[in-house]
């Protein structure tokens, strides 16, 4: 079998497609084959070696797959069946989806909803997932669509252009924030009501004017610091990525001044909470036209197109697409 196997190597950690026995890979009850595999930022950072994201090595790439039951030692799964595994450290410290088979364990394994094809959850992916636990988490914090606009920021990328047309497919009035100034056509076509660009200047004000009811952030950093002094009293902030860096500058005035929320989303959810958000997603959290908005590209292209993605020439979502 062809996979896509990182190693340390002495001019650090790089990832090439090989040809591997499938009784090599990780230990787990149920043997997948795999149809689709989405392509991630932290994929593409574990595969160039830019930063210290997988476990131990050797180790198959691909923190998600979408495929079908092979072989199963589970009562749970039969062979033929659809499923879905992202998380638990596949592509990480367990070999991944960037490979024809992934070997996993049953409790890792969330069944395909009705409502979705396959190709449909990998364009969703781990990306899909987090962007809708944050409008989950929104909604369940009481942000609806009358208080006000909400603000995705990287909305060009995968977790940030699923955002959009979930928070748009809600109802809600939704503002694409992204510095890839020619993909305007791109954001409105997901349902964004507005597009700019980040703030270009910082400021020394704790608290500016009062813009969102809340956001998505997906890159960290200053935009993250510049949503906090923008939120709107009782407005909630989610916070997923740190493209721009693991750093916070902030002060506590916009949590004791306009009671604003600052949550967390962790895309490693446990199952009964994972298994409601694919539900979701196969349904009021489905955006229109999902089927579009993802491209596919061979195993063979993945290591040029990982450094493509480091370069920030990528938008939307992209899978690795094995044959049927």
């Not at 790089?14 to 989405?38: F, K, N, Q, Y």
């Not at 199963?72 to 960037?98: L, M, N, Q, Y």
């Not at 069944?111 to 409008?135: C, K």
């Amino acid at each position: 079998m062809k996979a896509y196997r990182i190693e340390d190597t002495e001019n650090g950690p790089r990832g090439t497609v090989v040809a591997m026995e499938p009784d090599a890979l990780d230990a787990g009850d149920v043997v997948i084959s795999t149809r689709h595999a989405g392509i991630n930022y932290k994929d593409a950072l574990a595969g160039t070696g830019k930063a210290p994201i997988i476990r131990r090595y050797p180790c198959n790439g691909g923190i998600e797959a979408v495929g079908q039951v092979e072989t199963s030692a589970s009562d749970r799964f039969r062979p033929g069946d659809w499923v879905i595994v992202h998380g638990r450290g596949i592509g990480v410290s367990h070999d991944g989806g960037f490979a024809e088979k992934v070997r996993v364990p049953a409790d890792w394994l969330v069944r395909l909803p009705d409502g979705l094809t396959p190709r449909e959850a990998a364009i969703f992916g781990v990306a899909g997932h987090s962007a809708a636990l944050a409008v989950h988490k929104l909604e369940e914090l009481g942000v609806t669509p009358d208080r006000g606009p909400i603000a995705v920021t990287g909305a060009t990328g995968g977790v940030g252009s699923l955002a959009v047309g979930m928070l748009a497919r809600r109802g809600f009035s939704v503002t694409a924030i992204s510095s890839k100034t020619d993909q305007e056509a791109f954001l409105r076509g997901l349902g964004a009501s507005a597009v700019r660009t980040p703030p270009a200047e910082e400021t020394r004000k704790p608290l500016e004017g009062a813009e969102w009811a809340g956001a998505v952030d997906t890159v960290g950093g200053p935009q993250l610091e510049w949503l906090l002094r923008t939120t709107a009293p009782q407005g909630v902030v989610t916070a997923i990525g740190n493209a721009a860096g693991i750093g916070l500058k902030t002060t506590v005035l916009p949590f004791i001044l306009r009671g604003v929320t600052l949550a967390g989303i962790n895309s490693d959810t446990p199952m009964e909470l994972r298994q409601l958000i694919w539900n979701r997603m196969a349904g009021d959290l489905k955006p229109d036209g999902l089927d579009a908005l993802g491209r596919e590209i061979a195993l063979e292209a993945l290591p040029a197109y990982m450094d493509e993605m480091i370069a920030g020439r990528i938008h939307g979502r992209t899978l690795v697409t094995f044959a049927d």
